[in-house]
């Protein structure tokens, strides 16, 4: 834990050396102090994110075998229907395969509209002419 903070001395004639050096351990224990209460913070921190982190793999997981079961249901209930029981899990894959087309190009749509850290590159060329302006005069 951080350093007390030292008493000034009793006595006037104290060298500004020794003043100096007083604050100086003054400063340093109040550094120490708040480092140590960050890095406590932070490890309360992380261990909530990786507590939640765990839930959301497990509810995602979870929504995975709902899925899958659910699924494997509305194929037999097209076999309910009179299917057969092949063209009916056929239908449901390709449901599901239809599904992930259209979120591919949705995906493959927004991708394409990004441009990058544009306000970023515009400021370091700004910054590389004017060090090339200072340079040249």
């Known amino acids: 834990m951080a350093t007390m903070p030292t008493a000034p001395r009793a006595d006037a004639d104290a060298s500004i050396g020794e003043l100096v050096a007083g604050i100086q351990q003054d400063l340093t224990g109040l550094v120490r102090g708040e480092l140590e209460l960050a890095k406590a913070e ?4 992380a261990a909530r994110a990786g507590t939640g ?3 959301i793999g497990a509810a995602a997981f979870l929504v ?3 899925v899958v079961l659910a699924s494997i249901a509305l194929a037999y209930g097209l076999v309910a229907l009179g299917l057969h029981p092949g063209w009916a899990f056929l ?3 390709g449901f599901y395969l239809l599904v992930a087309a259209v979120l591919g190009l949705l995906a493959r749509g927004r991708f394409a509209g990004m441009q990058g850290p544009v306000r970023a590159r515009r400021a370091a060329a700004r910054a590389g002419q004017a060090l090339r302006r200072s340079s040249d005069a």
């Open 53 to 55: 982190a765990g839930m």
């Open 91 to 93: 239908i449901v894959a």
């Open 42 to 45: 932070l490890r309360e921190s």
């Open 64 to 66: 995975l075998l709902a």
